[in-house]
């Protein structure tokens, strides 16, 4: 009997990465060598002391023992659709069509995987949350960046958005507030988009996962669908984030615009709903115990999340070779670090290898828009980002001595 032969992956995984977790190998390392790792690497705010809300888990238990543990429809529970419709009329959203998935993730690939062929084109922010890169990767769709700009607190790039598009191109994706950057994007900026994907027949793409995380008095988050009753737009959102419960893989997608344009595409997208039969069945019951009520452990939260973002930002930007523009959202800052010799992989990776402090490094976010930048969450408690920012400190001193 011959040997086997090694089996050869499906081309479609060469260019899926996702920097975030990829970067836990570099920090397995450092801890077989016995440092003590600082993680600000992953945006799980459950894994920093922040509680699910008492009231979804009894909700989600209720129904476990009503035994709700069945196949539920393949598109949500008609009480969890009915409070994001709800939901989404006061952020000034007209839906059309909802469909709950496993997390905000299968909501984005849905939407994806129900609009482009291989030949079509996607445009996509840079930075860019790692998710999309991999699933316009796995389905052999070319994705082209547009520019945020740092000089501008990190809104898009509209010239850069209209540059990139082509007969090819069918969607633009954004991510407000942002991932990486923490950025809210202005009404002028949303304005311009939706002008944008008017004129050149294109479907938005709108992934509001952290839309409740405002920072900052004055600042108000936009629900891009809200200003464009006639352009197809998906919203993306879930309970992960807003609601701290990122395990229980509750997400869902919002449909509006012109019903008789986007009716091939929600039933598309139906399709790839009923094939994996349903979101996890007994979780969505949370929805309209969190969507129908004031989120008031959010707002316990928020004051804390701000003064640890002041004390991160202020705190960088007191170190030599970093900058750091002052996020309105999310809990995630994007500094940038200019010193001479070193890349941002480099610099991540001798970071958690010779101090302890695990972020990510901004090149795994996209393209040139994340070079010489990395990641860092501000979700821990004010003593651990002090740490966090001494050794950060410490090592850039050393690095440019």
Same mark, same amino acid.
């Given at each position: 009997?011959?040997?086997?032969?090694?089996?050869?992956?499906?081309?479609?995984?060469?260019?899926? /990465?996702?920097?975030?977790?990829?970067?836990?190998?570099?920090?397995?390392?450092?801890?077989?060598?016995?440092?003590?790792?600082?993680?600000?690497?992953?945006?799980?705010?459950?894994?920093?002391?922040?509680?699910?809300?008492?009231?979804?888990?009894?909700?989600?238990?209720?129904?476990?023992?009503?035994?709700?543990?069945?196949?539920?429809?393949?598109?949500?529970?008609?009480?969890?659709?009915?409070?994001?419709?709800?939901?989404?009329?006061?952020?000034?959203?007209?839906?059309?069509?909802?469909?709950?998935?496993?997390?905000?993730?299968?909501?984005?690939?849905?939407?994806?995987?129900?609009?482009?062929?291989?030949?079509?084109?996607?445009?996509?922010?840079?930075?860019?949350?790692?998710?999309?890169?991999?699933?316009?990767?796995?389905?052999?769709?070319?994705?082209?960046?547009?520019?945020?700009?740092?000089?501008?607190?990190?809104?898009?790039?509209?010239?850069?958005?209209?540059?990139?598009?082509?007969?090819?191109?069918?969607?633009?994706?954004?991510?407000?507030?942002?991932?990486?950057?923490?950025?809210?994007?202005?009404?002028?900026?949303?304005?311009?988009?939706?002008?944008?994907?008017?004129?050149?027949?294109?479907?938005?793409?709108?992934?509001?996962?952290?839309?409740?995380?405002?920072?900052?008095?004055?600042?108000?988050?936009?629900?891009?669908?809200?200003?464009?009753?006639?352009?197809?737009?998906?919203?993306?959102?879930?309970?992960?984030?807003?609601?701290?419960?990122?395990?229980?893989?509750?997400?869902?997608?919002?449909?509006?615009?012109?019903?008789?344009?986007?009716?091939?595409?929600?039933?598309?997208?139906?399709?790839?709903?009923?094939?994996?039969?349903?979101?996890?069945?007994?979780?969505?019951?949370?929805?309209?115990?969190?969507?129908?009520?004031?989120?008031?452990?959010?707002? /316990?939260?928020?004051?804390?999340?701000?003064?640890?973002?002041?004390?991160?930002?202020?705190?960088?930007?007191?170190?030599?070779?970093?900058?750091?523009?002052?996020?309105?959202?999310?809990?995630?800052?994007?500094?940038?670090?200019?010193?001479?010799?070193?890349?941002?992989?480099?610099?991540?990776?001798?970071?958690?290898?010779?101090?302890?402090?695990?972020?990510?490094?901004?090149?795994?976010?996209?393209?040139?828009?994340?070079?010489?930048?990395?990641?860092?969450?501000?979700?821990?408690?004010?003593?651990?980002?002090?740490?966090?920012?001494?050794?950060?400190?410490?090592?850039?001193?050393?690095?440019?001595?």
């Amino acid at each position: 009997m011959g040997r086997l032969s090694k089996i050869k992956p499906a081309d479609r995984t060469t260019g899926v /990465e996702y920097a975030i977790r990829d970067i836990v190998e570099t920090s397995k390392q450092a801890l077989s060598l016995g440092l003590d790792l600082i993680y600000l690497n992953i945006g799980d705010p459950v894994k920093y002391g922040f509680k699910t809300p008492k009231p979804l888990i009894e909700a989600v238990y209720k129904a476990m023992l009503e035994n709700q543990n069945s196949y539920s429809d393949s598109l949500g529970i008609p009480e969890a659709l009915k409070a994001i419709e709800s939901y989404a009329l006061k952020k000034g959203i007209k839906p059309i069509d909802i469909f709950i998935t496993q997390g905000a993730s299968e909501a984005i690939e849905f939407a994806i995987a129900s609009l482009l062929n291989p030949q079509d084109n996607i445009l996509l922010p840079c930075p860019c949350y790692p998710l999309y890169q991999a699933i316009v990767s796995k389905l052999g769709i070319e994705a082209r960046f547009y520019n945020l700009s740092e000089d501008k607190n990190w809104e898009p790039d509209v010239e850069s958005i209209e540059s990139q598009i082509d007969k090819n191109t069918k969607a633009v994706v954004i991510i407000n507030p942002n991932n990486p950057t923490g950025a809210i994007y202005s009404r002028q900026t949303l304005e311009t988009i939706v002008e944008i994907a008017k004129k050149y027949n294109l479907v938005i793409l709108s992934d509001e996962i952290y839309d409740q995380f405002v920072l900052d008095e004055g600042v108000e988050h936009i629900s891009i669908a809200s200003l464009c009753d006639d352009v197809p737009t998906v919203t993306f959102n879930g309970l992960s984030k807003c609601y701290f419960s990122p395990g229980w893989r509750i997400g869902w997608g919002i449909v509006s615009g012109p019903k008789e344009v986007l009716e091939d595409f929600i039933e598309a997208i139906h399709k790839l709903a009923r094939a994996r039969l349903c979101a996890p069945h007994p979780f969505q019951y949370a929805i309209p115990v969190a969507l129908n009520n004031d989120n008031g452990y959010l707002k /316990e939260v928020i004051p804390a999340l701000r003064k640890r973002r002041d004390l991160i930002v202020e705190g960088l930007n007191q170190i030599p070779h970093i900058m750091c523009k002052r996020p309105s959202g999310a809990f995630y800052a994007f500094p940038r670090i200019d010193i001479p010799g070193i890349d941002d992989l480099e610099f991540v990776k001798r970071l958690i290898m010779e101090e302890g402090v695990v972020v990510v490094h901004g090149s795994g976010f996209g393209l040139k828009g994340g070079a010489n930048h990395f990641r860092i969450i501000f979700l821990p408690e004010e003593k651990i980002l002090e740490e966090a920012l001494f050794r950060i400190d410490r090592f850039v001193r050393k690095l440019t001595k």
